[in-house]
């Protein structure tokens, strides 16, 4: 019996607040004393305790099988020290318990910006082939245990994915 996967690869497109829209939003530096408007992260945080850490990644590499999805709090990820990484990504789909294949997107995201992803966005990430890179990441305290919902692509369609 044959156990390989099928690796299918995905293209990383450069993030712009316009293509990242159905996922969620890009947050770019603005001006010390801008008002807060519609460009600025609209949070979803009041099921629980925020909660804002630094984790320290290790060499990620470019490849998945499987994808997460919380569906209580928005998360917002980005990188320190300007280096770049990469996201994929799926638009909720509270209907289903599992993303649609087809609407699986990848993005090259630059270390001078954020995204954050709306309630329910389908996220694999954050990759990298930098050797360490410590991200900042905002969503509740018990997101981890209580809200982490995960698809297994190599499990229901014997699938990995490479981002390119």
């Known amino acids: 019996m044959n156990t390989s996967k099928t690796v299918q690869q995905l293209r990383a497109e450069w993030i712009t607040p316009e293509n990242f829209r159905r996922y969620g939003q890009v947050i770019f530096p603005s001006k010390d004393g801008k008002s807060f408007d519609a460009e600025d992260a609209q949070l979803v945080l009041d099921k629980g305790i925020p909660r804002f850490y630094i984790m320290q990644l290790q060499r990620r590499g470019r490849k998945f099988h499987k994808i997460t999805r919380h ?66 990441n905002l969503e509740l305290g018990d997101t981890n245990v209580v809200d982490h919902f995960t698809h297994d692509f190599s499990l229901s369609h014997n699938l990995e994915y490479e981002m390119v």
């Open 71 to 136: 569906v209580q709090c928005t998360q917002c990820l980005g990188s320190l020290e300007g280096k770049d990484w990469l996201m994929a990504v799926c638009p909720p789909n509270n209907s289903a318990n599992e993303p649609e294949i087809e609407d699986i997107a990848a993005f090259r995201i630059p270390g001078n910006c954020f995204i954050k992803l709306e309630i329910g966005t389908w996220h694999a990430g954050p990759y990298f082939e930098h050797e360490n890179v410590s991200f900042y």
